[in-house]
């Protein structure tokens, strides 16, 4: 039982790391885009506006469903541990 448990905590740690990561290269990405030297005048400006919106928008849900995630993940965690403990 202890193995299981073993697997479920590294399970988790990997994910989180994983979602952080993802989230923390995405907006080294999105840094590079917007420091290439890319005027912010006419259409440029109102693209590189919606698209740091749009970028915003989904690292804050690729956030929140992570942190729902590891929650589920937690109580399952918990309900095993509780119950083969």
């Known amino acids: 039982m202890e193995k299981i ?3 479920i905590d590294a399970l988790l740690k990997s994910q989180k790391e994983f ?3 993802g989230i923390a290269a995405t907006w080294k990405i999105q840094e590079s ?6 005027t912010p005048e006419g259409p440029a400006k ?4 919606q698209y ?20 589920v ?12 403990t």
């Open 33 to 38: 885009l917007l420091s290439m030297g890319v």
């Open 46 to 49: 109102e693209i590189l506006t």
């Open 73 to 84: 993940q937690e109580t399952w965690k918990n309900t095993m541990r509780s119950r083969w």
């Open 52 to 71: 740091k919106s749009w970028f915003t928008r989904m690292v804050n849900s690729s956030k929140a469903l992570t942190d729902g995630v590891e929650r």
């Open 5 to 7: 448990l073993e697997y």
């Open 19 to 21: 979602m952080e990561n």
